[in-house]
């Protein structure tokens, strides 16, 4: 009886501890005027650059330690800095269309962590690595890079750097060597997400 009594009472502080950590998770909201998502496509001879707007949310302790994410990239949101604004809408829809995002049938991409760990190594540019799954187009990849994540004042901020291969989700256009118009399949990423309580 003393046996079952005491299996009982640790089994209460055991629940009791598990919802005490839970509790210390905080919910942290992406600040969209405070975030972006760089990207930039090259050919042989040219580049293009821009942006993407992104919304989500994070879930971290008390200390800016991140546990998961979720973020939304709504493609109609892409952005081009490099082209004069006369030439710029003809980029942007053809990015949006078929040959690229494809946006009537998919128009959003997403990205969702699944693992934050710490950095190894001294870097002053990293200080976690991210992994995670990220989906465009319909098609899911897991994906990690390194990043550099900072807490202050009840904000977390992530920033990164680092490239995709777009033949991995399907965007396979202009992708011929010996093409007519070539496109390298390695688009560069670079993100600056601030998420605040």
């Not at 919910?27 to 760089?38: A, L, N, P």
């Not at 049938?105 to 950095?119: H, K, N, S």
């Not at 560069?188 to 309580?197: N, Y």
């Amino acid at each position: 009886m003393k046996y079952q009594f005491a299996l009982y009472a640790l089994l209460i502080i055991a629940s009791a501890c598990s919802r005490k950590n839970e509790n210390l998770l905080s919910t942290y909201i992406v600040d969209e005027s405070h975030s972006v998502i760089g990207w930039k496509g090259a050919a042989p001879d040219h580049f293009h650059e821009g942006s993407f707007s992104l919304w989500g949310k994070i879930h971290g302790d008390s200390n800016g330690n991140i546990k998961d994410g979720k973020f939304s990239i709504p493609i109609a949101s892409i952005k081009n800095f490099d082209l004069p604004d006369t030439i710029k809408p003809q980029l942007l829809d053809h990015l949006k269309g078929q040959d690229f995002f494809n946006i009537a049938l998919y128009p959003d991409a997403g990205f969702e962590i699944e693992r934050v760990t710490p950095y190894d190594k001294f870097s002053p540019d990293t200080t976690h690595i991210i992994q995670g799954v990220f989906t465009m187009l319909g098609k899911t990849n897991t994906i990690s890079f390194p990043a550099k994540i900072t807490f202050e004042n009840g904000s977390i901020r992530t920033q990164a750097g680092f490239s995709i291969d777009r033949l991995k989700w399907g965007m396979a256009s202009f992708s011929d060597p010996n093409g007519e118009l070539y496109i390298f399949p390695e688009v560069e990423i670079k993100l600056d997400i601030k998420a605040t309580k």
